[in-house]
């Protein structure tokens, strides 16, 4: 019923940036929270960013200063943009958007299919 298709990912050397975007389509009748977690092999997933509805932003300490979400209400659209990267970033990038299909129904959490990002040193 949701889809969420994310983009940007890719190769990049240290230092360099990239910008990511996942874009919720389907029979969506809200989005609250939007968020951008991260899986490096061997690890388990984290949340990187999360932005509310209204804006407010919160951000793992790792990422503070380089990385920066937004999101584009009436495209159903979360971006994040990522600055300075290091090697440690390098992981698969997950979206995750918080869902009501209807003015009555709870709301549900919905995942894209992961981009990679891999930085080289």
């Known amino acids: 019923q949701v889809q969420l298709v994310e983009s940007g990912g890719g190769l990049v050397q240290a230092g360099g940036s990239l910008r990511l975007s996942c874009a919720a389509s389907g029979r969506i009748f809200s989005i609250n929270y939007m968020g951008w977690y991260r899986q490096a092999p061997g690890k388990q997933r984290e949340l990187v960013a999360g932005?509310?509805?209204?804006?407010?932003?919160n951000y793992v300490d790792s990422v503070k200063g380089r990385f920066t979400i937004s999101r584009d209400n009436a495209k159903n659209t979360v971006y994040l943009q990522m600055n300075s990267l290091k090697p440690e970033d390098t992981a698969v990038y997950y979206c995750?958007?918080?869902?009501?299909?209807?003015?009555?129904?709870?709301?549900?959490?919905?995942w894209g299919q992961g981009t990679q990002v891999t930085v080289s040193s």
């Open positions: 995750n958007c918080n869902v009501k299909i209807t003015s009555w129904s709870t709301r549900r959490d919905y």
């Open positions: 932005i509310s509805s209204g804006g407010d932003t």
